[in-house]
């Protein structure tokens, strides 16, 4: 939940291109949003919309081909001082989609989880004090301290995702950047993680990034967010007015794609397909509009005349 208005991320119309010349991809084009510090930011939208991307970018794992990524008041994007780049290291954690593959196989989870540590603080870190921090960590997400001796492939995958929140948990990190954490999980164990991670939250005041393509789960889990298309953002709302107000229709698209519970609903109810082609972009260039206030908007003057995303 979010704890105040203070801004703790700043992206700034970031552009994210992959290759050069006629094989260049630009995977994200011209993001913009903040998020605050203590609150649940969601980015949704479909597979091959960015999201990831702009995730690792802000991990610096990508580099932005045009724009930045303000953190604390300090761009973190492009090329920064050792110092900054330890303190973005320690303070920014990412939990990956698929828990088995972002674990080491050949390692046990008393490395795995302290890895990231034993990297940042050199010999500075004891053997003991190690060990107590690891055992601190797996307790924090639910798991036996006795569990540091065993490999990854001896746990399920909901206790293999948890080893991975305790790995970005003992960096004591402000942010985590949580890159779809349970879409890899039975249906069963989703509930768990989300409910671990918002404990987590309320304890020691993490502030969120959360990836994902199932808007039911952004509106458990997030205070806002931003709906992603082909690289770009259409629409950004507070959660609860996005759900109950969607005005782009690749939102109404999404929202419609949510699964029913009961199978006669399920059968009678209308899916909405999003046509971007229909909507004379390259003669009336889309722009960035505030239609409530916090409920932002990609649409342009026709579309807006026209009431496209009225209430």
Request: charged share 25%; with cysteine; glycine share 8%.
């Amino acid at each position: 939940m979010n704890t105040g208005n203070e801004v703790l991320f700043e992206v700034n119309d970031l552009h994210v291109t992959f290759g050069k010349g006629k094989k260049a991809f630009e995977a994200v084009r011209g993001v913009t949003f903040q998020v605050h510090r203590g609150e649940t930011f969601g980015i949704v939208g479909e597979s091959g919309s960015g999201k990831t991307t702009i995730g690792r970018t802000i991990m610096r794992i990508y580099t932005p081909s045009q724009g930045n990524v303000i953190y604390k008041g300090e761009q973190i994007s492009g090329k920064i001082s050792k110092a900054l780049d330890k303190k973005v290291i320690q303070e920014i954690q990412m939990i990956f989609q698929d828990p088995m593959a972002s674990l080491n196989e050949r390692a046990k989870v008393d490395y795995i989880v302290s890895e990231g540590l034993i990297n940042l603080r050199g010999r500075s870190l004891k053997e003991k004090e190690r060990q107590e921090l690891v055992a601190k960590a797996l307790e924090d997400v639910g798991l036996l301290p006795e569990f540091a001796s065993r490999f990854p492939h001896e746990f399920s995958g909901g206790q293999r995702q948890r080893i991975g929140i305790a790995r970005a948990l003992i960096m004591e990190p402000e942010c985590i950047i949580a890159d779809e954490p349970i879409s890899a999980l039975d249906v069963s164990i989703r509930a768990q993680v989300l409910n671990l991670l918002a404990d987590l939250q309320k304890e020691k005041g993490i502030t969120y990034i959360f990836i994902a393509h199932d808007l039911s789960v952004m509106r458990y889990f997030t205070d806002r967010i931003a709906v992603l298309h082909k690289g770009k953002m259409v629409e950004l709302a507070e959660t609860e007015e996005l759900i109950s107000h969607p005005a782009h229709p690749y939102t109404k698209a999404l929202l419609s794609a949510i699964p029913m519970p009961d199978p006669i609903r399920e059968r009678k109810k209308k899916l909405f397909v999003y046509d971007p082609t229909i909507h004379d972009y390259d003669q009336n260039p889309p722009k960035w509009t505030e239609i409530a206030p916090g409920h932002f908007l990609l649409a342009n003057e026709r579309e807006l005349t026209d009431g496209f995303g009225q209430k």
